[in-house]
């Protein structure tokens, strides 16, 4: 009960700053102008779309660092998924990104696949991961993105939170090709997308920095996965998966 009482109460957090900070952010007026002249009729095409930038598996110092200074120059805000046991000695990282309006969830405490695992293995997984991101930031209310996105009815049950996965994932693990990943994405970004990409590499750092700029230009704005169910007016639920937050 307490646990679903904080998610409405964050959702309904999330719902007001995701109906005002749109109308004033940056990021969001340089899109407008780009995407349609200051004289334009508002048509369908000139209407904003609304999109999530999703991070697996860090932070990693190095790369995250330079990802958190290219979305503030953006005014963009994201949301990462983080694995437990590469935060001592981030904590500022963590409070960075809380700072700076980005969202922040669990990927479990050394990457595996939750699938199968009895309730004391997913809890050193999950509940663990999920103490570090509290003693690090203060608060508890933290998505779950399973490793693989490999979800079955024992995630489900013990998640007690929701489960966060992806409608575009460019693979930028596998050949780490940023003209590749950035054409994937750009090519096939609809309004409600969830992107996956993982902040541990810095072609994908790179990568998702001109994936901003060129949906910037197309009339996207970038919101956190709160900020994107909260527009599409959804209460997310502790134990349900979604994969995009589509109008
Ligand atoms: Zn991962």
Not at 25 to 40: I, M, V
Request: with cysteine; proline share 4%.
């Amino acid at each position: 009960m307490v646990l679903r009482l904080e998610w409405k109460k964050m959702t309904m957090l999330a719902l007001t700053a995701a109906l005002i900070l749109p109308w004033a952010g940056a990021g969001l007026q340089k899109a407008r102008s780009e995407a349609c002249p200051a004289d334009a009729v508002l048509t369908q095409e000139c209407e904003l779309k609304l999109i999530a930038l999703t991070f697996d598996d860090g932070p990693r110092r190095s790369t995250t660092t330079e990802l958190l200074d290219g979305l503030a120059q953006r005014g963009v805000r994201a949301t990462f998924f983080l694995i437990g046991e590469q935060v001592p000695g981030n904590e500022d990282l963590l409070r960075r990104m809380d700072e700076e309006g980005h969202q922040i969830g669990i990927h479990t405490y050394d990457h595996v696949m939750l699938t199968g695992l009895n309730a004391a293995d997913f809890s050193a997984q999950v509940d663990r991961t999920r103490t570090v991101l509290k003693n690090a930031l203060g608060h508890n209310d933290f998505l779950l993105r399973p490793p693989y996105g490999m979800v079955d009815d024992g995630v489900k049950r013990r998640a007690g939170c929701p489960i966060i996965l992806w409608s575009v994932d460019p693979e930028d693990w596998d050949d780490k090709n940023t003209d590749r990943i950035v054409e994937h994405v750009v090519s096939r970004a609809k309004d409600g997308d969830i992107i996956l990409l993982h902040d541990i590499y810095p072609t994908s750092v790179e990568a998702a920095l001109r994936i901003v700029d060129a949906l910037h230009q197309k009339g996207f704005y970038f919101l956190t996965v709160d900020e994107l169910a909260a527009q599409r007016r959804l209460s997310l639920k502790a134990g349900s998966t979604y994969l995009n937050f589509y109008p």
